[in-house]
C-alpha cells in the first residue's frame, strides 16, 4: 500500500481496498475507446461518514476522487484516472424507505435499479427511469448520468424523478440539498444541478425519489418499413396524433441483421426498418390508442403492421430489440454512441450515420428513442482489426458533428464522461463551457471531484 | 435623467425612460410587507441585443439590474433597489415559433402565459404551467420563479417544460443554455439551475418550451367536509387510490366565509372545508377516475359530495375558488404565503395557521393546492390597523418555521425573493447558503443582477 493511504485505511478498515486484481475490476466503465488508469485504492464506504472521511482525506492530501456505481456507463465517466481512489457505493444499497402517503422514497446510492423498481411495485408505485443497464445499474449512477430509458418519451428521465440528494461536497462537508416535498423553489436548484453532473460536483450519498402510481398494463403495436424515411413519418405522426407513447423505439436493418444472424428469426425478411410502439393508457384508452398507433404506422407507408393480442406476443416483439446487442457483441466490440436530434431529424441523421459507416467501412446498427430523437448508432469494432479502432473513433466524431449540425446535443443520457468531451466544447461554445468551470471551481475548490472529465 | 445614464439612453433611445410617474409604477411587484425603492431608469428591450447593451453599460458602471416581467411576482423579488435599472421584457412579447412536429415552443420573455396557452390551442398543443396570474404574468417572469398553478399536481411546474433559454451572463455574454431537443444530458443543466433564480443569475431574453398533446375535457368532483382532518384523510385517499388527478384545491372555512360575506353564496352553510378535484383521463377512464375520486371524498367523511354532470356546473364550482382572493382584498390587504409540506402533514399545517392566527389576532384564510401539500395562507391585513402589520409579519415568519418544522419548504412556487429570505437561510443551512452565493459569485462576478434578493 502507498504509504500515503496509510491514515485513511486505519480510519475505514475493510471499506479500503488496494489488491491490484480487484482494483483492475473498478478501473473503468464499459467504455469502448475511453482511456483508464489503475486506481491507488478502491473506497467502498458503508455509510456517509465514511465518503465524508474519504473526501476529507482527498482534499487533505490532493488526492482525485472517482465515484461510481455498477460502472455500466458507456462514456468513461467513471474511469480512473492517474493517482486516484475510486469511490464505489456498492456497499450502501439500502432503500431507506417507500412511503406511500407522500409516494417517494429514500435510497442509498448502491441501490439497483430493478431492485428499487421491485420494491416499488410491492406498494402499488412506480419508479419510472428504466436505463438498459437497470439489472445491474445503481440508482447513484442513474443520478450521475441523469440516466434515461425506454419510458421516459412519456415519463422523463432521472433528474425529473431526483427531489433531493444527500451529498458530501466542498472540502468535506455533509448537505442536504432539494426537499421531500412534491413542490419547492426556495433557492437555486441545485439537486438539478448535481444530477447528471457525473461525479464532478461531489459524492451522493443518499437520495429521495419523487415515485407514481404502478402503470396500467402496455400494449404493443408493431410495424415494418421498408426505408427510414417512411418510419419516419410513421414516428411524426405518432406525434401529431396527440398520443403520448409509453416507449417508441426503431431498429434500423443492420440491428435486424444482426439478430437475424444469430438466432435465424427473419427479422430482416420482413423489412429493413422496425418500430415498436407501446402505450400504457389504462383500459378503454388503451384500445383507443393502440389503434392510433396502428394508424400512424398503416398511413405512413407500413409494409407490415400488427397489434400484438397477449402480453407474450408483446414481449417477443420487444425481445428483439434486446437482442440487438448481444448479437452485435459476437461481431466485435461495440461502442455505443448516443445523440439525440430534434424528432423531424431522425431519418436524416440515420440516413448521415449510414454514410458515414460507408466512408469508413464500418458497420454501424441504429437503434433509437425515436419518440426522443435519441439515437444509438452501435459502431462494431471487429475483435481481429486493431486499426478499426482508429476509423471507429473518427465515425464517431463525425456524427457527433452531424447530430450537432442537425440541431442535436453530443449526447442524449449517457453522459460526457470521456468520450464526448470534444463535441460538448463544440455544441456550447467557450461561454458557456467557462460556465462550467466556474461552476466547478465554486463548488470543488479543490479540484478533487473527477477531476479532467465532462469539460 | 441621471448624468451618468446618458450614454445608454443615446444607445437606447426609447427603450430606456427616466420618467418618474413610470418608473413608480415599475417599482414592486404585488408581494405586500416587501420594501422597494424608486429606479434610477426603466428599460424595455426591443430585443436580446438592447438587453445585452444594457447588462454591458450596467457591468461597466457598477449599476444593478432588476428584471421583470408583469410584476405579478408575490415574494418583492422583482421590487426595486437602492440606484438599480429595471429591466422589463413587455416589448419582448413575440411568440417566435410553435412547433407542433417536436412539440415545442420558442418564445420571447414577454409572452404572457394565458396568450402562449392560446395559441398553443390552436395547434392542439398544450402549455400545463397555470399560475393563478396566468391572464397577466408573462413567461419570463414564470421562469424567474419556476412558477406553478393548479394543474401541476399531476403536470409539474415551469421547470419541467423549459428545455432552453437565450439569456445574457456574466459580463455581458449572450449564451444559449440547455437544448431543443426532447432529451439531452451535454454538461451541468444550467437551463434547471436558471429557472427559479429569481433574475440573479443573468436576463432571460428567450426561451424554448417542451409542449404536451390538448388536454382532455376534465371532470368535476366537489366534497365538502367538517374539518381539516377529514379533508386532509380524503386528499390522502386520492393519492392512495393511483389516480392522478389534474387538480386538487382546498379552501377552508376562513375562504368560505370571505366569499358568502361578498357574495352571499352560502358556501360555509354546506361545510366548513370544500375540496375540489378533476380529472382530465380522457374517455371512459376520466369517468372511472371521477368515480374514484367521489368514493375517496365519500370514505373519508364528507358532508355533502358529487361529480358535476356537465362543464358549466364544474366552473361554478371552481368559481368559488377564484373568489376568494378578491373578497378577502374588500377586507384588507392580502399577504400571499407559500409554502410546502409532505402531503401527509397539509391538515397539522392548517391547524398550526389557526393557532398562529388566532395568537396573532388576524385573519388567515387559507387555500391549498392539496395534492402537492401546497398552501397558501392568506393573512389579511385591514386597511385601517396599521400595526396589524407587524403582526402579520410575525405571523408569516412563525408560519414559514412551522412549515420548515414539519419538513416543508418555505416557499412552494411564488420564490424566495426578499419575503423569505430568513426562511431560506433557515431551511438550507450555512453550508448550502454558501454554495449559492459561491454559484452567484461564479455566474455574476459583477454582482449586478438582482443582488440582494434571495441569499
Given amino acids: 500500500m502507498n504509504e500515503a493511504l496509510k491514515p485513511l485505511a486505519q480510519t475505514l478498515g475493510t471499506s479500503l481496498v488496494t489488491d491490484p486484481d480487484i482494483l483492475r475490476a ?102 419510472p427511469p428504466d436505463p438498459a443497464s437497470a439489472p445491474w445499474s445503481t440508482i447513484g449512477g442513474n443520478v450521475g448520468t441523469n440516466a434515461g430509458g425506454l419510458c421516459c418519451v412519456k415519463y422523463g428521465v432521472t433528474r425529473d424523478y431526483v427531489l433531493g440528494i444527500e451529498a458530501i461536497v466542498g472540502k468535506g462537508e455533509k448537505v442536504k440539498l432539494g426537499r421531500r416535498t412534491a413542490k419547492g423553489v426556495a433557492g437555486y436548484d441545485l439537486t438539478a444541478l448535481f444530477v447528471g453532473s457525473e461525479g464532478t460536483l461531489g459524492l451522493v450519498t443518499e437520495i429521495t425519489l419523487r415515485l407514481r402510481p404502478i402503470q396500467s398494463a402496455e400494449k404493443t403495436v408493431v410495424g415494418y418499413f421498408d ?47 422496425l418500430l415498436l410502439a407501446r402505450t400504457d393508457a389504462p383500459g378503454e384508452q388503451g384500445d383507443i390508442e393502440a389503434d392510433i398507433l396502428l394508424d400512424c404506422f398503416e398511413k405512413s407507408g407500413s409494409v407490415w403492421c400488427a397489434r400484438s393480442s397477449n402480453e407474450t406476443e408483446a414481449e417477443a416483439l420487444f425481445a428483439a430489440r434486446r437482442l440487438v446487442f448481444p448479437a452485435l457483441k459476437l461481431l466485435g466490440s461495440v461502442l455505443t454512441e448516443d445523440i439525440c436530434v430534434p424528432r423531424t431529424k431522425v431519418a436524416e441523421m440515420c440516413a448521415r450515420i449510414n454514410e458515414v459507416a460507408a466512408a469508413y467501412d464500418i458497420y454501424i446498427a441504429c437503434i433509437a428513442h425515436v419518440g426522443d430523437g435519441n439515437l444509438h448508432p452501435l459502431i462494431v469494432i ?15 466524431e463525425q456524427i457527433v458533428d452531424h447530430a450537432i449540425e442537425l440541431g442535436g446535443t453530443v449526447t442524449g443520457e449517457h453522459g460526457v ?11 456550447v461554445g467557450p461561454v458557456v463551457l467557462d460556465m462550467h468551470r466556474s461552476i466547478k471551481n465554486a463548488l470543488d475548490p479543490a479540484n478533487i471531484f473527477n477531476p479532467g472529465k465532462v469539460f
Same sequence: chains 1, 2.
Fill in 26 to 127: 473498478y478501473a473503468h466503465d464499459e467504455a469502448v475507446l475511453a482511456p483508464f488508469e489503475q486506481p491507488i485504492a478502491l473506497v467502498r464506504p458503508k455509510n456517509a461518514d465514511e465518503a465524508l472521511t474519504t473526501v476529507k482525506f482527498c482534499v487533505a492530501n490532493n488526492i482525485p476522487l472517482v465515484a461510481r456505481g455498477a460502472g455500466t456507463g458507456l462514456s468513461g465517466g467513471a474511469n480512473a484516472t492517474k493517482g486516484c481512489i475510486v469511490v464505489c457505493f456498492e456497499a450502501m444499497n439500502k432503500i431507506i424507505k417507500i412511503d406511500p402517503d407522500e409516494r417517494i422514497a429514500i435510497v442509498q446510492p448502491g441501490v439497483v435499479n430493478d431492485d428499487l423498481r421491485d420494491a416499488c411495485a410491492e406498494h402499488g408505485l412506480w419508479y
Fill in 227 to 273: 426505408d427510414l424515411p417512411s418510419a419516419g413519418r410513421a414516428a411524426a405522426a405518432v406525434t401529431a396524433s396527440g398520443v403520448s407513447p409509453s416507449a417508441l423505439e426503431l431498429l434500423d436493418r443492420y440491428c435486424l441483421k444482426a439478430v437475424d444472424k444469430w438466432k435465424n428469426m427473419g427479422l430482416a425478411d420482413e423489412g429493413n426498418v
Fill in 382 to 396: 471487429p475483435h481481429d482489426e486493431e486499426e478499426a479502432m482508429d476509423r471507429s473513433r473518427e465515425a464517431l
Fill in 417 to 427: 464522461g470521456l468520450l464526448k468531451m470534444r463535441g460538448l466544447a463544440k455544441e
